[in-house]
């Protein structure tokens, strides 16, 4: 079921065009140097269009909670979802956000040098300056619109993906209000999201998630609240 995403309301960046795409569940908010929304469309279509179309022959690539082996010769969205998905010891659809995001992402940048896109809390992010990324971890928790990320540059490109068990719609077994995953793979950091969030079922379990996160490799940074707690490893700095 589409959530309006209210967070947005919050964001902005002066030095760069805004726009939204928006295809099924794939709700994407877009900077970029100029208004690229045709381009845009067309890479979300022809990523959804290959991930759906393994899923119809594929049908536990959807539904599985753990991970999958696929084929070699697999589409390379799925292949890098199940990559991503087997690092972090979750199913593959946990990686499906970063994935878009980055692939579209990657399209994109061949028409404008500097493009953030977030998908449903999960960015990829390329800049030739720093960014500063505001953390929702919904109305009642205490650092909700009092931190923020610093991240950047980031020339080659970086994903900053956050899970929630409290505020997402997405599948969680734990009570985090916001992990965020720091890494050079969007889909990398979804799926690593994921699956700290999975294991912050209390503040007691705050230094377990972020240990099991930052023995992922590729994982960067993590940054983990669960009501009154926080806590962070890696490059994270907050602002």
């Known amino acids: 079921m589409y959530k309006p995403r209210t967070y947005r309301s919050w964001t902005g960046s002066s030095d760069l065009f805004f726009f939204e795409v928006v295809e099924k569940d794939t709700d994407l908010a877009i900077y970029a140097k100029k208004g690229l929304e045709k381009q845009a469309r067309s890479s979300v279509l022809n990523n959804r269009q290959a991930l759906e179309g393994y899923i119809r022959t594929h049908p536990e690539f959807l539904t599985s909670l753990e991970p999958l082996n696929v084929e070699i010769d697999a589409p390379v969205i799925v292949r890098w979802m199940a990559e991503a998905a087997a690092c972090a010891g979750v199913g593959p659809m946990a990686a499906v956000a970063g994935a878009i995001a980055e692939s579209v992402g990657r399209d994109l940048v061949l028409y404008s040098d500097e493009i953030i896109i977030e998908n449903g809390g999960d960015i990829f992010m390329k800049t030739f300056k720093k960014r500063t990324l505001g953390i929702y971890a919904g109305e009642d928790s205490p650092f909700t619109g009092k931190l923020a990320i610093e991240v950047g540059p ?74 009154d707690r926080i806590g962070m490893w890696g490059k994270v700095v907050l602002a």
């Open 154 to 227: 980031a020339e080659d490109g970086i994903g900053i993906c956050t899970s929630s068990g409290t505020v997402s719609h997405s599948l969680s077994f734990g009570k985090s209000d916001a992990v965020v995953i720091i890494s050079d793979d969007t889909a990398l950091a979804d799926a690593a999201a994921t699956a700290a969030a999975n294991i912050l079922k209390t503040p007691d379990d705050l230094n377990k998630a972020i240990d099991f996160a930052k023995g992922i490799s590729g994982v960067t940074g993590v940054l983990v609240m669960i009501q």
